[in-house]
């Protein structure tokens, strides 16, 4: 039987690498520390594994194929290019076994997730992972949830696959140490008019960590798709905080930063740690 | 022609396998997809605004907008633009 280790969530804007310099230093300092203070609570377990609840933008997943869910289940997950975010170059090592575990349980859950050997993998993953200190240390086996391509997983369906991941982990299928990263959100628009407009829904953001904390995952369920469309079209990436939520419901949500508002990077900044009963922050 | 095509089309030549060829030759390959005369106007002229009024997803026409050189801030400028002109005339372009 294997266990849960750690459970941290954030964004994933690219503008925070590739425009770090239009933001004032302190907050860059604050951003930067916060990642770090992630990335200190994984390493400190030492996991076998991450498992990584994420989203991409038009990669593996396009109008010609865009399942519900996609896990890559190779021996390493293809960095894709990106210039423009200056992420690092290379793979991020899969870890193949624990995978196909997941797509066992996944099956005998009744959660249907396509799979792929060589999925590829953009800033959604990675960035995150870069700032947490975290991308080439660990093995990784990405879930990722498609946010793009309508229609798309309902968080319930979000939350049953968290809660799928670790009745696997928790299972005598498992004897791997895991540690959990959601990413992705909360409040953003990417390419809409609402980006030009600099509208970032402060509001949404402010109601979904407040219910994080307060563990009310009946609210976190309820928000409609109307409410998730009106935040933003990268709202939709709450799907992977929903299925961390699934993973580990009992665990206490402690905000590490909340920046609501960063100008430059169209959107606010949210780090998330949690811990298990018992454990204090 | 449905907006999927022209955001499949838009995902080929941004993140796929279709972006050296429209770097090389854009108007020849994007030909390959059978879009309307004004999909395809839209995409050789980087018509931010005429390509979402189509359908097109707007993550995409981000990214082909950053391929062909045009800046973060003239993007959300044409579609500021557009906006300010839809609430000017009475009518919302959402």
Known sequence: MGQISAAVATVHTPYIKAMVDKVDKATGDKVFKGFESLGDSIRSVNPDALVVFTSEH????TPRCAPPFLIGTGPEHPIFHEPAFKLPAGALRGAPEIAAGLIKKFDSSGIDVAHSVHLKVDHGTVLPLDFMGLAFDFPVVPIVTNTMFPPLPSLA?????????????????????IALVATGGIAHSVGEPAMAMGIIDEEFDD??????MANDDELLMALSPERISAAGNGTNEIRNWLALRGAVPDWK????????????????????????????? | MSDELLTLCLADIC????????????????????LSPDAEKAILDVDVVAMQALGAHPVLTMYLARSRGVSPSEYMQALRSERESAHDSGTRAD
């Not at chain 1, 979000?158 to 299928?173: I, N, Q, T």
């Not at chain 1, 109601?207 to 994080?212: C, P, T, V």
């Not at chain 2, 030759?25 to 994007?30: E, K, S, W």
Request: proline share 5%.
């Open chain 1, 157 to 177: 369906r979000s939350y049953a696959l968290g809660r799928a991941v670790a009745d696997f982990v928790e299972s005598d299928d498992c004897e791997a140490n």
């Open chain 1, 58 to 61: 038009v990669l593996n997943m």
């Open chain 2, 15 to 34: 993140r796929g396998d279709k972006a050296e060829s429209f770097a090389n030759d854009p108007a020849g390959t994007v030909k390959e997809y059978g």
């Open chain 1, 253 to 281: 949500a402690h905000q590490v930063l909340t920046e609501r508002r960063i100008e430059p990077w169209l959107t606010g900044v949210h780090q998330v740690r949690w811990t298990p009963p018992g454990q204090n922050k």
């Open chain 1, 207 to 212: 109601l979904f960590l407040e219910a994080l």
